[in-house]
Antibody, heavy 120, light 107 residues
Framework: EVQLLESGGGLVQPGGSLRLSCAASGFTFSNYAMSWVRQASGKGLEWVSGMSGSGDSTYYADSVKGRFTISRDNSKNTLYLQMNNLRVEDTAVYYC?????????????WGQGTLVTVSS | DIQMTQSPSSLSASVGDRVTITCRASQGISNYLAWYQQKPGKVPKLLIYAASTLQSGVPARFSGSGSGTDFTLTISSLQPEDVATYYCQKYNSAPYSFGQGTKLEIK
């Protein structure tokens, strides 16, 4: 059974940093691209970042480029999202997601999400 | 960047109705399109990928079509459990953006 467990969310002041983690199990982690998708309260889905299964390729939404960094440790089956210079508008539930293949594609599994709140 | 626009933003239909949701890309994306269903308080669920391929376990009343810039998600006979918000997502190239969502309610 595929499981994705996010952690690391919380309350942070504008300009601060957080590191999200996603522990994956139930599949061969290195074979699949992974993504981060966020959803502000009452709003739609926003794709944030993605990474190939090998870790060779990374992708970012314009809204986070230069501030967020996606990474993965295939030996630990863990995906990360380092978020720097956070803004109020980054407040959202952040979902870790597994893609259907080794390159970014449709998402077939989602974690339960971790809440990031950016506020003074 | 390619923009994804869904229509309508919301709709209300009766049980048994045929429902169609449209997703339009501002540039061609071939068939690199997925559809998701998100029920209130739940995480999204993949319904369709490659524009028309039904994800395993998804009821056959859901179908997708289209290629290039215009895509549709069709529910052939609306059921009460289909109340949800539906999103399209492009994945031909980054950024892998979603449409703004279509909220479906029962009349």
């Amino acid at each position: 059974e595929v499981q994705l467990l996010e952690s690391g969310g919380g309350l942070v002041q504008p300009g601060g940093s957080l590191r999200l983690s996603c522990a994956a199990s139930g599949f061969t982690f290195s074979n699949y691209a992974m993504s981060w998708v966020r959803q502000a309260s009452g709003k739609g889905l926003e794709w944030v970042s993605g990474m190939s299964g090998s870790g060779d390729s990374t992708y970012y939404a314009d809204s986070v480029k230069g501030r967020f960094t996606i990474s993965r440790d295939n030996s630990k089956n863990t995906l990360y999202l380092q978020m720097n210079n956070l803004r109020v508008e980054d407040t959202a539930v952040y979902y870790c997601a597994k893609d259907r293949s080794g390159v970014p594609t449709a998402i077939n599994y989602w974690g339960q999400g971790t809440l990031v709140t950016v506020s003074s | 960047d390619i923009q994804m626009t869904q229509s309508p933003s919301s709709l209300s239909a009766s049980v048994g109705d045929r429902v169609t949701i449209t997703c339009r890309a501002s540039q061609g994306i071939s068939n690199y399109l997925a559809w998701y269903q998100q029920k209130p308080g739940k995480v999204p669920k993949l319904l369709i990928y490659a524009a028309s391929t039904l994800q395993s376990g998804v009821p056959a009343r859901f179908s997708g079509s289209g290629s290039g810039t215009d895509f549709t998600l069709t529910i052939s006979s609306l059921q009460p459990e289909d109340v949800a918000t539906y999103y399209c997502q492009k994945y031909n190239s980054a950024p892998y953006s979603f449409g703004q969502g279509t909220k479906l309610e029962i009349k």
